[in-house]
């Protein structure tokens, strides 16, 4: 599986990574081999097996809703890069 | 008596008891070692010796008081991606060069619930993507063995501190080998629990269904005696599982005599190095000689899809995990822009490094429209194959053997231009993680005056069977009492 420049700028846009041109010539060929090592799966007879996304029995988990005290306000702004009052600051989402 | 940087827990603990020894005596002497030593193998992130000394004066009036548990007052260092309220916690990385956690990691408040003392945050590799250290954005920790080998990785910085008697014992995490190969590499004892074993509350996710926090040790006993503090349920964590948690020390037999060891041929690998096959091979013998009754022919069919199925879940769920780096809430933040977007992408840009964005972008890719069955889902069926292995095969066999990875450590820079050479030296350790089985490395001889690691994988929550193989075979062998001197 080769990637073309086109692919690798599409990918870091969906990830929101910018990505400089020096890292999609870089990342086209690197990626491009891994893929290629991912070939062997298509080697694996998976029909029919259900997929597993973790390893242990365990079902859907509840537990009582039960307030508890939790972090005060300033503990949780303590490391906003830029704050104004009680939110976090951000630029112009609409431009 | 030795220098008490040179104690195991089990020693310290035996000394603080009977008061011929402070917690206080050892954490300053810890202290002065690590400090004096860490210039050459920079293992740390952080030394914390201002809130040790706080931590170890709490621990003797603790001890005075009556309450002195194994690891009360004991010193060890912590992988910087635990998070530790007030202190700050990297992950190795730019992105959080200056992220102080306003609150503890689980296993961060079972150490402080027993009065444990913190020396320092290890360095790793960033966001313990990595198997050398070569990946933290600050520096590389040396392998105290050799200063110009790397450590391992991703718990590097905790495995060369254990191994340096630079402090009692660390804690790492392991997503796909994590601690077992960083443990073989500096030749001490390494733990990757069961899945849901230890809470991973405040452990900052790499890739969810895999990481597991785990303790690195000086030996067997040592390692046990963390197990016992830091596994349970925890609520916050709806992975953990609700099981008790045994005293781990009980399985601490040197008798193995009907055990039921198997050695999976799949393991040893092509383009292993033959003097540490050997070795493997010497150990398994011993254990023989011990009673174990080997079997030398047991497959596992599916370990060769092993690889490409975890370069892509972890990737995958790594690429979803770190979406939450954009710069708003707390880490780096590039905000020389007036667009938001700009700034969401420049921060990813400059707050992480090459390996993380390569992950970032192999995830990506694997979750995208149109791959996302010929990718991911397909890994996670394979990932079925790979864990029916291991149920099958723990059917008839206690524990399994094999090598914690094909080498022993390799030169600092040798692989870092090459990721696929790199992924390679977790070949032996990332189907255990993808499985969710409990795994263990010991030290099991020396190939060029490097260390050996030896794995023993047992069933789901089966890490007493571990413990007690592999203590078994390390009373019956010098190596655990090896040590580096560090030039």
């Known amino acids: 599986m080769k990637l073309t420049d086109e692919e690798v700028r599409h990918i870091a846009l969906l990830a929101r990574l910018g990505i400089s041109d020096n890292e999609v010539e870089k990342f086209r060929t690197q990626l491009s081999n891994i893929l290629e090592n991912f070939d062997i799966l298509s080697q694996a007879d998976t029909e029919g097996l259900p997929p597993t996304a973790q390893s242990i029995a365990l079902d859907n988990i509840y537990r009582p809703d039960e307030a508890g005290p939790s972090l005060t306000v300033d503990e949780v702004m303590a490391n906003a890069p830029e704050r104004e009052e009680n939110c976090f600051k951000v630029n112009a989402v609409l431009e | 008596m030795k220098d008490l940087h040179r104690l195991t827990i089990h020693e310290s603990h035996a000394l603080l008891k009977e008061k011929k020894i402070s917690s206080v005596e050892l954490t300053r002497a810890v202290l002065k070692y690590l400090e004096s030593i860490d210039g050459k193998i920079r293992a740390c992130m952080r030394i914390t010796a201002e809130q040790a000394m706080v931590n170890a004066a709490a621990a003797d009036k603790a001890i005075a008081e009556g309450r002195c548990s194994p690891l009360t007052g004991v010193p060890a260092i912590i992988k910087d991606n635990m998070c530790t309220r007030g202190v700050t916690t990297t992950c190795s990385s730019k992105m959080l060069e200056n992220f102080v956690p306003p609150y503890n990691a689980h296993v961060i408040e079972k150490l402080n619930s027993v009065n444990a003392v913190m020396a320092g945050k290890a360095n790793m590799d960033e966001f313990a993507m990595g198997s050398s250290t070569e990946n933290s954005a600050f520096f590389t920790t040396r392998n105290p063995w050799n200063l110009d080998c790397v450590p391992g990785g991703s718990s ?24 077992r190969q960083p443990a073989g590499f500096c030749g001490v004892v390494g733990l990757k629990p069961t899945y849901g074993r230890v809470s991973r509350f405040g452990l900052v996710a790499f890739a969810s269904s895999l990481d597991q926090i785990g303790p690195l040790a000086k030996d ?92 892509i879940l972890a990737p995958s769920e790594a690429s979803a995990n770190l979406a939450r780096y954009d710069g708003v809430k707390y880490g780096y933040s590039y905000r020389e822009t ?150």
């Open chain 2, 156 to 179: 590097g910085g905790s495995a060369a501190a254990v191994a340096a008697d630079a402090c009692i014992y660390a804690l790492g995490s392991d997503t796909g080998g994590s601690i």
């Open chain 2, 220 to 311: 067997v006993t040592d390692a046990a005696l963390i197990m016992n503090v830091i596994s349970g349920h925890d609520k916050r964590d709806s992975t953990t599982v609700p099981l008790e948690v045994p005293d781990y020390t009980g399985a601490l037999k040197p008798d193995i005599k009907g055990l039921r060891v198997g050695v999976p041929r799949e393991y040893l690998v092509e383009g292993m190095q033959p003097a540490v096959r050997k070795a493997i091979e010497d150990a398994v013998k011993k254990l023989e000689e011990l009673g174990a009754s080997v079997d030398w022919n047991v497959s596992l069919p599916n370990t060769r899809f092993g690889l490409a199925a975890y370069y």
């Open chain 2, 338 to 487: 007036t667009s938001m977007w700009e700034s969401m992408e420049k921060t990813k840009q400059y707050g992480f490094g090459a390996e993380v964005k390569r992950r970032i972008m192999l995830g990506t890719y694997a979750l995208s429209a149109g791959y996302y069955d010929a990718y991911y889902l397909k890994a996670q069926k394979v990932r079925t194959l790979i864990r029916r292995d291991f149920d099958l095969a723990f059917e008839k066999y206690d524990v399994l053997v094999t090598p914690t990875s094909p080498t022993v450590a390799f030169k600092i820079g040798e692989k870092a231009d090459d990721p696929v050479q790199m992924y390679l030296s977790d070949v032996c350790t990332l189907p255990i993680n993808i499985a969710g089985v409990p795994a263990i490395s010991i030290p099991a001889g020396f190939v060029d005056g490097l260390p050996v690691g030896m794995q023993f994988i047992g069933k789901h929550f089966g890490e007493e069977t571990l413990l007690q193989a592999a203590y078994a075979y390390e009373q019956a062998t010098p190596w655990h009492k090896q040590k580096p001197s560090i030039a």
